[in-house]
């Protein structure tokens, strides 16, 4: 070995970092395939795609982050010396382009995305530090509407992708809220609690329940929420047990989301779930999140998020979901499904001899334009050296020109030769 | 969606005939657990068995490889996984201790000097203690045997877990403080307590009838770990 790259930590020359991945072409492929069923699907539905810068300003970006996730930037400094950051996710610069350059717009306006994202964070069980995320968002509109528009959207994009085993439980952030609002509760007590459900830390729920003050009803509701999952009669039971006008809304909200998600078409895909606890700071309506039996994380996340247009001076409601890419790829591989990317059409391989090298090069461009993918060999094969290689390659047909008139085709899986060749 | 047994990882040692103890008094076989027949993976129906280590349970059931497991409180603080805790088991009590050499001055930890060495098998619980209470330590992670540490001069304390204490009075050491309490802890992914709710549901709820019991010997759950830390 050349003593100095011995020398040279081997890992920084031949590694990539931590949490970063490199696709191949066949994984480029399906992953390009997948984006493209979801930008279809999208597109279809009427949202317009944005692309935001990879960096921006860590001022801009942790206007609408939660302290988790700003933890979490990359930061680096321009020569002016403000500090930057890579996004860690696109619903922010949404919110920032939507109340700049897109404020005098007529609502509601309807956004995609596909990007790649950035988090320092232990990769780990479905995390990566760069990941890419395929997502809507829904600015302008409050009421069930909206919300069931979105459930639906995140149900027909999975489906667009491939996805045969999966559901999206919804939620409603407001009913937990409501039961935390009371006077009987401390800004600790309030804190205890809020932690424990969003660590889905049970035991710690019961202890901290015990310890507060809240009403004995109250703290069985609090108790019994992460169980209140189910179908309609739940949001029906939920209704009921609702002691405090702010749950009872969330409650109604809920059914008139899932009522809409009938005439949807969807709703067969959809369960509730009153204990879905997300990001206090963030969601303020309805929440969602996509499952599959095969993957222990969810493949998609999203919801209400009326707040954050407002803090960039822009008091516009929101709702969206954001799609995994990669995970949404693991969930495709482990359920043996998936979309065939298109390069696994019929491929070409053409080779020759110096003097049928203008006839060779002529079939490949003939064949381009039919729509084949053509390979011409640039290596001086034989026959027997070509068909060798398309094997290798799996590729499924072969012509060598040993001259201008002495053409031969021959095809997988044998590579016998062919005296009717398709390709002329 | 594809029915499959539901899967639990249980630790491998001390507490996994405990854990076998109250599986069976809620009807479920736990016969393929003995130790004569003992297999990393127990077969069974409507339950298999993941045979583990105690610190790795967490993990199985982050990414989902086990839809539920039992994990002690102590392991789940140091894993910092990402799983939903949904009952005490009441079993495998015991406390993690700071304690320093019985001949040490050291009464209170603030006490310990600057930089002191706090030998453990617990460094992110260790970190974060200190951390809490302002005390800077370094923290010497080792994988077994913690209190012969002090005895050689690696550390000046340890951060240990202890049943009853003897050990580490055995062992010449002395408790200084309480770290926290721990218990076994019934644990779920998070997207499985969702998938198979009715499944997980019903084991979370015969087990709770069951440590309920005075059998088990659990008194009231403690699961207090120092203002500053949790998992």
């Known amino acids: ?424 | 969606m594809i029915r499959r047994p539901l899967t639990v990882a249980l630790p491998k040692g001390r507490l996994l005939a405990r854990v076998a103890d109250l599986l069976d008094r809620c009807g479920i076989d736990t016969s393929g657990l003995s130790a004569a027949d003992r297999h990393l993976v127990v077969e069974g129906d409507p339950v298999r068995f993941l045979i583990c280590r105690a610190a790795d349970v967490p993990t199985f059931v982050e990414y989902g490889a086990a839809d539920v497991g039992v994990a002690g409180k102590d392991v789940l603080w140091e894993a910092g996984r990402d799983v939903a805790e949904l009952l005490d088991l009441g079993v495998g009590r015991c406390r993690m201790v700071v304690a320093v050499p019985a001949a040490s001055p050291v009464e209170r930890v603030s006490q310990l000097g600057f930089n002191s060495r706090v030998a453990t098998k617990y460094p992110r619980v260790a970190r974060r203690f200190f951390n809490g209470q302002g005390i800077q330590v370094e923290v010497v992670p080792l994988h077994g045997n913690i209190e012969l540490a002090p005895l050689v001069g690696l550390a000046e304390a340890v951060v240990d877990l202890t049943e009853t204490g003897r050990t580490l009075r055995d062992n010449g050491l002395r408790i200084v403080a309480t770290v926290g309490e721990s218990t076994a802890r019934l644990v779920a992914n998070p997207v499985r307590y969702k998938i198979r709710a009715q499944e997980i549901d019903e084991l979370a709820a015969a087990l709770k009838a069951v440590t309920a019991s005075p059998q088990a010997g659990g008194g009231e759950c403690a699961d207090r770990i120092d203002r500053s830390g949790s998992a």
């Open chain 1, 1 to 424: 070995m050349n003593p100095e790259i011995a020398a040279e930590p081997a890992y920084t020359r031949r590694m990539i970092p931590r949490g970063t991945r490199d696709f191949l072409p066949p994984e480029a492929a399906r992953k390009r395939a997948l984006e493209t069923a979801l930008k279809e699907t999208f597109s279809r539905w009427g949202y317009g795609e944005v692309i935001t810068p990879t960096v921006e300003f860590f001022e801009c970006l942790s206007l609408g982050d939660g302290p988790e996730l700003v933890e979490k930037m990359y930061r680096l400094f321009d020569r002016e010396g403000h500090t930057l950051a890579l996004r860690p996710e696109v619903t922010t610069p949404i919110g920032r382009i939507v109340a700049t350059r897109l404020r005098e717009e007529p609502l509601p306006i309807r956004l995609f995305y596909v990007a790649n994202v950035f988090r320092y964070e232990e990769p780990q069980a479905g995390r990566q530090r760069e990941f890419w995320q395929a997502g809507v968002e829904l600015v302008g509109a409050l009421g069930p509407d909206a919300d069931a528009e979105i459930v639906a959207l995140a149900v027909r994009a999975l489906e667009a992708a491939g996805l045969r085993d999966f559901r999206v439980d919804i939620g409603q952030v407001g009913y937990v809220n409501g039961l935390l609002e009371d006077g009987n509760l401390g800004p600790g007590g309030r804190r205890a609690l809020r932690r424990a459900l969003l660590r889905r830390d049970y035991v710690a729920l019961e202890e901290a329940l015990s310890a507060s003050g809240l009403s004995p009803a109250r703290r069985r509701l609090l108790a019994e929420l992460p169980r209140l999952r189910g179908r309609e009669e739940v949001v029906r039971k939920a209704a009921e047990l609702a002691d405090n006008p702010r749950s009872r809304a969330a409650a109604d909200n809920l059914m008139a989301v899932y009522q809409a998600l009938a005439a949807h078409g969807v709703q067969d895909r959809v369960y509730v779930d009153l204990g879905m606890v997300k990001d206090f700071d963030y969601y303020t309506g309805m929440v969602l999140e996509g499952y599959t039996p095969e993957l222990g994380f969810p493949v998609c996340t999203g919801g209400r998020y009326d707040n954050l247009i407002g803090r960039f001076g822009y008091d516009c409601p929101a709702t969206g979901f954001v799609v995994g890419v990669e995970r949404l790829m693991m969930a495709l591989d482990a359920q043996g499904s998936g979309l065939v990317p298109e390069d696994g059409m019929d491929r070409w391989l053409v080779g020759s001899t110096g003097a049928g090298r203008p006839q060779a090069l002529a079939e490949a461009a003939s064949l381009r334009e039919k729509g084949f993918a053509v390979e011409v060999d640039v290596m001086g094969r034989s026959v027997p050296e070509l068909l060798e290689y398309a094997r290798a390659r799996t590729v499924s047909r072969v012509v060598f020109w040993a001259g201008p008139d002495d053409r031969r085709e021959f095809a997988a899986p044998g590579y016998g030769e062919v005296t009717k060749g398709v390709g002329l």
